[in-house]
Structures are given as structure tokens and as C-alpha cells.
């Protein structure tokens, strides 16, 4: 399984912007895929993500300002970012899993295949 996320750039603040994870390989519909942050100096925090195709899981964080959709056909997940702020700069990555279970979607341990990354800079 390869995956990329792609979709980043500078963005001003309250702004928005949708990344795009595409899966290649092996991949199933009812994969789980997560979206994940990092910020320079900071770890590595979770962004959303989609269990098994059926629920979305939103953190507080981001809550109210992403929204996590799914086009199975094009092996494809999206994150959509509205009113930016400069807090969301980061590296932004997504992951999928065929085993996560939903309580765990939020744990970088229950993902076994990452992509290399994008980079969303928000700037004031």
C-alpha cells in the first residue's frame, strides 16, 4: 500500500484548503484512514479520521472547521480545512489501517502504512 498526500501550500489565515490522500496497492474501502499534524518542534497530532468508511472521528482541535470525505472509486480521502489559522501549519500526513478498531483511531500505533506528507502553511 502507497499513499501521498498531496494539496498543501500557503494559505492566509481564514482561509481554507483541501488535501487529498490517493492510496495505491492493496487497498480496500473499508480501510480506516487517519489524518495526522506536525507542527516544527511539536508531535505529532491527530487530525481526523474515517473508520472503515462508515464514521468520521473529529478532534476537538479541529472540530467545526474539517471535514473528512471519502471517494472510494478514486482510493481517495479528503481533509477540508476551513478558517485556517497559523496554529494549523504543519506537515500534514495521512495513514491507513485494515485492522483499526474505532476506539483507537486517534493512536499514530494503529496505522501500518503512512504517506510521505504534505505541508499547509497558514500565514497572518
Known amino acids: 500500500v502507497q499513499l501521498q498526500a498531496c494539496g498543501g501550500g500557503l494559505v492566509q489565515v481564514g482561509g481554507c484548503l483541501r488535501l487529498?490522500?490517493?492510496?495505491?496497492?492493496?487497498?480496500?474501502?473499508?480501510?480506516?484512514v487517519g489524518w495526522f499534524r506536525q507542527a516544527p518542534g511539536k508531535e505529532r497530532e491527530f487530525v481526523g479520521a474515517?473508520?472503515?468508511?462508515?464514521?468520521?472521528t473529529i478532534p476537538e482541535s479541529v472540530k467545526g472547521r474539517s471535514t473528512i470525505s471519502r471517494v472510494n472509486a478514486k482510493n481517495t480521502v479528503y481533509l477540508q480545512m476551513n478558517n485556517l489559522r497559523p496554529e494549523d501549519t504543519a506537515v500534514y500526513y495521512c495513514?491507513?489501517?485494515?485492522?483499526?478498531?474505532?476506539?483507537?483511531?486517534?493512536?499514530?500505533?494503529?496505522?501500518?502504512?503512512w504517506g510521505q506528507g504534505t505541508v499547509l502553511t497558514v500565514s497572518s
Open positions: 474515517n473508520f472503515r468508511g462508515q464514521y468520521t
Open positions: 495513514a491507513t489501517s485494515s485492522s483499526a478498531i474505532r476506539s483507537k483511531v486517534a493512536s499514530q500505533t494503529a496505522y501500518a502504512y
Open positions: 487529498s490522500c490517493v492510496a495505491s496497492g492493496y487497498t480496500r474501502s473499508t480501510d480506516t
